[in-house]
Structures are given as structure tokens and as C-alpha cells.
């Protein structure tokens, strides 16, 4: 698939998401496989009034990251567009607009989902962004604002007209939100509605059911999002190939670099709560979950967080199908 100039190798790329996107989960999803990475949303206009959280950890980047799609969060051209020529000089390789966060808070103010209401008025939007930066321009839409109204084609045939170089859908409703099964159809209506790439996204929860959707729907790459939390090996084309004992020995070398990551980037209490966070999804889901997530989220600092997960985990190493007994020490020193 290319965008623009860029070109993504892999079939499958992280999707943006708030608070778990961020530096040091998009590097690891990088060291997994992922073709490419997108930002957590930025809020326009906390970044074109100089929010320092905004400016300086929710829109920053590193280079080993790039390239990278930068995605913006807005209603109207007068933050999107300034936003956007920010994000541009600062070194973006992609700006991507969200147009189908379902959360309330965001839509309530006309943002996110909320876009896909008026295309007429979204048209005009794209335009002013379009005619403002020279890089790509990208937008991740749903399947429509209602049930009754799966606008993704009409809405992506409008984008394309507008200049838009690439298009993600998650085909759920903003009605349905996160709920029942993603309509894989209407990815496949987007694709012959336009030209340009389509990207894929929603209940894909493995390597095969990405390589599924695209030969269902003839989308160009896969974005996978909930389904990589606690999970990032998933955009390893490989791993499902490996021995119990070598995708071990791998979730152990990525669970103790991201845990590193997280003690480099983050600071004191944000740092504790990212690690407590990431721990309690890479135990997955078994009976002895509920007392370890109580015991983490007790714990009063990182080596204690770390330890509680590496009694935890080494306690359920058969449980998983693990060959042996192997310790897993997770403290970087």
C-alpha cells in the first residue's frame, strides 16, 4: 500500500488510540511488525493554543517512529487547519483527521463520528486543510453516524474528490460504537466507491482474520486497535509459527522492553499507571486475573508493580501451555 510517497510494506498497522497510542506502546508495536503507526488523537485546539500536554507529549514523536501519521481531533477549519500546518512543519509524514471517535463527549461537540452528519460541511473542511499542507492527507471514518444512515461510500467518494490520498473505516455505526460484529461489507462498499487506498479495521483479532478481511473486502492494509492491547504481537506475521517455548522467550523480550520504554518516557505517577495499565493486560484474561489486577493496582511503585507480574505470570506458565519453567525477569536495572 502506498500513501503518497510513503509505502507500508506490512499488511497490518496500529490504529490511534486515546491514552494507549502513545511513544512508548507505538515503538513496540514498530518492533512487532506493524507497517506503520498513528498517533493517539490530538486535540486541534489544544494544540493551536499551546496546551503544554498537548504540544509536548500527546503530539510528540521520535525518529525511530517516522514515518508516522499524525491524527488530528476537530470540528472546524479554524483549528483543524492551523493544526494541521503545525503538525506539518514539526516533520509529520501523513496528517489523519478522526471522523469516527463514537465517544460522546467528543461527538457531542461535533467532532470525531460526528462529521459524517454533514458532508457537505465536512467537504469544506477537508478542502481548507488540503489547500493548507503539501503531505498527505488522510481520514478514519465509521460506517455511518446511525444504522439508518451508513454514509461510508457517499462519504468517502466526497473525501476523495477533496484530495484526500487515503481513507481507514471501521464499518460500525457511531450508534453501535464497540458492539455486535463489524460489518466487513461496508469496507468492501468504500473500496468501489474510490480509487484511492482503503484501510480496514474492526474485529480483526489475529494475523489470519486481517489477511481475511483483505481478501474479503479488497482493502489495501489492516488497522488493528483494541485487539493489539496487552497483545502487540499480534502484527507479527510469524509468531503463530513459533514454538510455546519461543513465543515465550518473545512476549518476555517485548513485555521487558516496553516496560523499559515506559520508565524512559513517562515520569513518576504517569509511569506507574502505564505500567500497571500494560502489566494487567499482558496477563490476558484466566481465574487468577481478578486478585493479581487487585494486587497491581495496589502496588506503590514500578519493581512492585513488576514483581507482582512475574509471581503472576510464572504461576500460569503452564496454565498457558508452556513448555517448562522459565522465570521471567522483568526489572530493568
Known amino acids: 500500500m502506498q500513501i503518497g510517497d510513503i509505502k507500508i510494506n506490512k499488511i497490518t498497522r496500529l490504529a490511534p488510540m486515546a491514552s494507549i497510542s502513545n511513544i512508548p506502546f507505538r515503538l513496540i ?18 494544540l493551536v493554543s499551546g496546551n503544554v500536554r498537548t504540544n509536548y507529549d500527546i503530539a510528540s514523536y521520535l525518529p525511530e517512529e517516522k514515518p508516522i501519521a499524525l491524527q488530528l481531533l476537530g470540528a472546524t477549519d479554524k483549528t483543524l487547519v492551523p493544526a494541521a500546518i503545525i503538525l506539518e512543519d514539526r516533520g509529520a509524514d501523513i496528517i489523519d483527521i478522526n471522523m469516527g471517535c463514537p465517544m460522546r463527549k467528543i461527538t457531542k461537540t461535533g467532532r470525531g463520528a460526528a462529521m459524517m452528519k454533514d458532508i457537505v460541511k465536512t467537504s469544506k473542511i477537508l478542502r481548507s486543510i488540503r489547500s493548507a499542507i503539501k503531505i498527505p492527507l488522510t481520514i478514519k471514518i465509521r460506517g455511518g453516524w446511525n444504522d439508518q444512515n ?20 471501521h464499518p460500525r455505526s457511531r450508534t453501535q460504537k464497540f458492539t455486535g460484529y463489524a460489518p466487513w461489507d461496508v469496507i468492501g462498499k468504500v473500496v468501489d466507491s474510490v480509487s484511492i487506498p482503503v484501510t480496514g479495521n474492526g474485529d480483526v483479532l489475529s494475523m489470519d482474520d486481517a489477511k481475511r478481511m483483505k481478501v474479503q473486502t479488497g482493502c489495501h ?11 502487540p504481537w499480534i ?10 517455548n519461543c513465543k515465550y522467550d518473545y512476549k518476555k523480550k517485548i513485555i521487558r522492553k516496553h516496560m523499559s520504554l515506559i520508565r524512559e518516557y513517562f515520569r513518576d505517577s504517569a509511569a506507574l499507571l502505564q505500567t500497571k495499565k500494560h502489566l494487567c493486560w499482558y496477563a490476558g484474561s ?48
Open 29 to 46: 508495536a514498530l518492533e512487532c511488525g506493524s507497517g506503520m503507526i498513528t498517533s493517539e488523537e490530538i486535540d486541534s485546539a489544544a
Open 150 to 169: 451508513l454514509n461510508a461510500p457517499d462519504f468517502a467518494r466526497m473525501a476523495e474528490l477533496e484530495g484526500v490520498d487515503a481513507i481507514t473505516v
Open 286 to 333: 484466566n481465574r487468577m486475573v481478578r486478585p493479581f489486577r487487585k494486587k497491581l493496582f495496589n502496588a506503590k511503585s514500578i519493581p512492585e508493580a513488576e514483581d507482582i507480574f512475574e509471581k503472576f505470570w510464572t504461576n500460569i506458565i503452564r496454565m498457558d501451555g508452556y513448555l517448562g519453567y522459565k522465570k521471567i525477569p522483568l526489572r530493568i536495572n
Open 235 to 244: 502484527f507479527n506475521e510469524d509468531f503463530e509459527k513459533l514454538s510455546s
Open 221 to 231: 492494509s489492516v488497522m488493528i486497535g483494541r485487539a493489539a492491547i496487552g497483545n
